[in-house]
Structures are given as structure tokens and as C-alpha cells.
């Protein structure tokens, strides 16, 4: 059976904080066959200067492409980096966010840094069926990841430069996002 979800990134679904210089998608699942999409789906900030838009509708979504002599706080639309928090304190599940939030992205998107939130499977307790524990956190994380790879063509940003970052058993999962690379384990 086909899956109805596509790794293709949609740039004409677009929303825009104008006050702040943010575009925003929240809610993109990363990958084809997901367990469960309140966790296996991320939410993508990128400044203003790193797209060229245009509204598409009333709803106000924009379509967007990439800028390329766009330019913020010393990086392009190629060369900035790309930030993704890891936020499980004690390997917990880590849903992502389902509204928008400029506080949150700020530090960030001030300094012309993309941020990516992506959410993950991690230990739970209290519902059936539901796959969670080692290796799920790392296995959805790096997804997140390949999913942006994938889309590396539509979207801004360096995505050999995706840094993650946590305490506790969020920068235990971080440090083993970088140290198992390709690992087919």
C-alpha cells in the first residue's frame, strides 16, 4: 500500500510573521511510513531574507523560493547553518511544536541561523501500541535529517551543518546523532 505521505517539501504553503521576518511550516512529517505523526513530524523557521514569496491566497500562504544573494548576520541562504533542539530529558518522547512561537526561534533567526524542530519517538508510557525506546529517538531524529538532505534543493540552508543540542538525555541523544553517523544499526 502507497503511503499518503511524500518527503517532496511544499514551498507554496508558506506561513509568514511579517512583524518579526519569519517563514514558517509547522506539522511536516518526515518520513513515508510513520508509527505516529504527533511525534514523527518537525517545524521548519527560516528569516526572511533567505526566500522570495508571494501569497498564494486569502488563507495567507505564500509560495516561496530559495534567495540566493539572500544575506543575514554574516551567512547566505547557502551557507547558513541549521539548529535542531534535542529536548527529551531522560529519553522521553519530544512532540514538536503545533503553533507558532517567535520567543522560541529568536535567538536564531536574529542571527540568520535556521531552526528546525523535529519531534521524536522516545520512552512513554501509558499507551498500546505505541513502538518507543532505543534506538526510535536517534532512528526519527536522524530521519528529520535525511528529510531535509532530501529537500536540500528547496529549502535554504547548509545541511552538512545541522547541529543538535540538549541536556540531560536530550544532549545524550544529541551526541550520539554525531558520533553514529551512517550507521545502519
Do not use: H
Amino acid at each position: 500500500m502507497d503511503s499518503p505521505y511524500s518527503l517532496d517539501f511544499d514551498n507554496n504553503n508558506w506561513n509568514y510573521d511579517s512583524e518579526n521576518g519569519v517563514f514558517y511550516q509547522i506539522g511536516l512529517v518526515y518520513c513515508t511510513k510513520p508509527v505516529n505523526t504527533d511525534y514523527q513530524s518537525l517545524s521548519i523557521y527560516i528569516p526572511k531574507e533567505y526566500l522570495t514569496s508571494q501569497e498564494t491566497s486569502a488563507s495567507g500562504k505564500y509560495k516561496c523560493e530559495i534567495n540566493s544573494s539572500g544575506a543575514k548576520g554574516g551567512y547566505t541562504a547557502s551557507t547558513s547553518p541549521i539548529v535542531m533542539p534535542v529536548e527529551t530529558p531522560g529519553y522521553s518522547a519530544m512532540r514538536p511544536p503545533t503553533s507558532y512561537n517567535y520567543n522560541t526561534v529568536a535567538p536564531y533567526i536574529e542571527k540568520g541561523i535556521i531552526f528546525v524542530y523535529a519531534g521524536c519517538r522516545g520512552r512513554y508510557e501509558g499507551q498500546e501500541n505505541y513502538i518507543s525506546g532505543a534506538p526510535w529517538p536517534i532512528t526519527d531524529l536522524k530521519s528529520a535529517i535525511r528529510y531535509l538532505r532530501y529537500n536540500r534543493n528547496k529549502l535554504p540552508g547548509d545541511t552538512g551543518k545541522i547541529y543538535t543540542f540538549g541536556m540531560s538525555g536530550g544532549g545524550a541523544q544529541s551526541c550520539l546523532m554525531g558520533v553514529t553517523g551512517n550507521s545502519e544499526l
